[in-house]
């Protein structure tokens, strides 16, 4: 059964960044066909896509985003990891990652970790 | 990015009755591969988002049939008969055929 488990600071000073790390058990994230993906919520909002990165390294972000984020693997600890640079009060929020799979095309999130607040305040 | 469009965004419903979700797309889910990239999540109070439905209509593993979806190209639909006290959450409707992902507003379901 493939778990994923977000881990880091819950509160970030504004200005400065932002660092989660997820850790994958139950599958290598080497496994072809699947994306490890960032996704946040805002207090009491809807969902918000950050980005994805495959094994091999290729990633994506949100063009809203893109200016300010940098996500990495470490495949030899199983682990990927989101960094969000300059932040603000904007981004308060409950942070998931989550695996997506690729086959044919891009395809569902499943599974989802379980979310990791992260409060930016001073 | 594809504007994905639920409602209602809050449903009250007795249980034994039906719902009903709208999510409409602002262009196309429909794949040149044939398939429509159409996911239907419920967000638990307190836990993650759980898959229910994926490519329109297929239902995720363990999910009761009580759950149905329908629709294509723009225009999709939850439907869930016989709401149970268990379905409250929020529920979103997700695309993946361009990226980025982009989700629904959520519809939050509450039983009366």
């Known amino acids: 059964q493939v778990q994923l488990q977000e881990s880091g600071p819950g509160l970030v000073k504004p200005s400065q960044t932002l660092s989660l790390t997820c850790t994958v058990s139950?599958?290598?994230?080497?496994?072809?066909?699947?994306?490890w993906s960032w996704i946040r919520q805002h207090p009491g909002k809807g969902l918000e896509w950050i980005g994805y990165?495959?094994?091999?390294?290729?990633?994506y972000y949100k063009p809203s985003l893109k200016s300010r984020v940098t996500i990495s693997v470490d495949t030899s600890n199983n682990q990927f990891s989101l960094k969000l640079s300059s932040v603000t009060a904007a981004d308060t929020a409950v942070y998931y990652c989550?695996?997506?799979?690729?086959?044919?095309?891009?395809?569902?999130?499943?599974?989802w970790g379980q979310g990791t607040l992260v409060t930016v305040s001073s | 990015e594809i504007v994905m469009t639920q409602t209602p965004l809050s449903l009250s419903v007795t249980p034994g009755q039906s719902a009903s979700i709208s999510c409409k797309s602002s262009?196309?889910?429909?794949?040149?591969?044939?398939?429509?990239?159409l996911y239907w999540y419920l967000q638990k109070p307190g836990q993650s988002p759980q898959l229910l439905i994926y490519?329109?209509?297929k239902r995720f593993s363990g999910v009761p049939d009580r759950f149905s979806g329908s629709g294509s190209g723009t225009d999709f639909t939850l439907k869930i008969s016989r709401v149970e006290a268990e379905d409250v959450g929020v529920y979103y409707c997700?695309?993946?055929?361009?990226?980025?992902?982009?989700f629904g507003q959520g519809t939050k379901l509450e039983i009366k």
């Open positions: 989550a695996r997506g799979s690729v086959l044919e095309w891009f395809g569902e999130l499943l599974p």
């Open positions: 139950g599958a290598s994230i080497r496994t072809g066909g699947y994306f």
């Open positions: 990165i495959y094994y091999s390294g290729n990633t």
């Open positions: 262009e196309s889910l429909l794949h040149s591969d044939g398939k429509t990239y």
């Open positions: 490519e329109v209509s």
């Open positions: 997700m695309q993946s055929i361009q990226l980025p992902y982009s």
